[in-house]
T-cell receptor, first 115, second 109 residues
């Protein structure tokens, strides 16, 4: 069964540093998403991406965040200047059609620790 | 705005007992509802989607529009069902999912 792949699985970074989290969505999927889960809290939507542009973003997704699909296969989330409160598990997801019938496939996540 | 509520943070049952994980939503239109399961900090896995009315691993969930609920049920719980269960709502045009707080299910032997 096809999978969404995320790298790295765990990243530790110093406060103020830039980080890039990488994702390889399922190849025939057209809609891409980032979610985050702070330890002990629920999964929160960050951003959706379709047709090479952001289609929707949450209040969390401020100017420190950006997404990119640089080469037609990778889908990246960049945090420009990390803060302690950015420490969380970040999940990438993709969907064939952006609608419920097909579901959404999640990656195994990147645990980001900001120190 | 749509909202998903899972009122129980923790649920414990014994093996073989019935289990029901509650989920209520608020949305005025036609919702798309899902149950996701997360085993021991692994990836979120799709368990059920209301639109397909399927049964996976013995779990079922029925959308009740009158009660705005989408409770997850299994008649006989197994130890391997122990996990975090998230109810999720999707309905926007680009497929954003809104998750409930999650319910940790523990099935005791």
């Amino acid at each position: 069964e096809p999978e969404v792949t995320q790298t790295p699985s765990h990243q530790v970074t110093q406060m103020g540093q830039e980080v890039i989290l990488r994702c390889v969505p399922i190849s025939n999927h057209l809609y891409f998403y980032w979610y985050r889960q702070i330890l002990g809290q629920k999964v929160e939507f960050l951003v959706s991406f379709y047709n090479n542009e952001i289609s929707e973003k949450s209040e969390i997704f401020d100017d420190q965040f950006s997404v990119e699909r640089p080469d037609g296969s990778n889908f990246t989330l960049k945090i420009r200047s990390t803060k302690l409160e950015d420490s969380a598990m970040y999940f990438c997801a993709s969907s064939e059609a952006g609608r419920g019938f097909y579901g959404y496939t999640f990656g195994s996540g990147t645990r980001l620790t900001v120190v | 705005a749509q909202r998903v509520t899972q009122p129980e943070k923790l649920l414990s049952v014994f093996k073989g007992a019935p289990v029901e994980l509650k989920c209520n939503y608020s949305y005025s239109g036609s919702p798309e509802l899902f149950w996701y399961v997360q085993y021991s900090r692994q990836r979120l896995q799709l368990l059920l989607r209301h639109i397909s009315r399927e049964s996976i691993k013995g779990f079922t969930a029925d959308l009740n529009k009158g009660e705005t609920s989408f409770h997850l049920k299994k008649p006989f719980a197994q130890e391997e069902d122990s996990a975090m269960y998230y109810c999720a709502f999707g309905g926007t045009s680009y497929g954003k999912l809104t998750f409930g707080q999650g319910t940790i299910l523990t099935v005791h032997p």
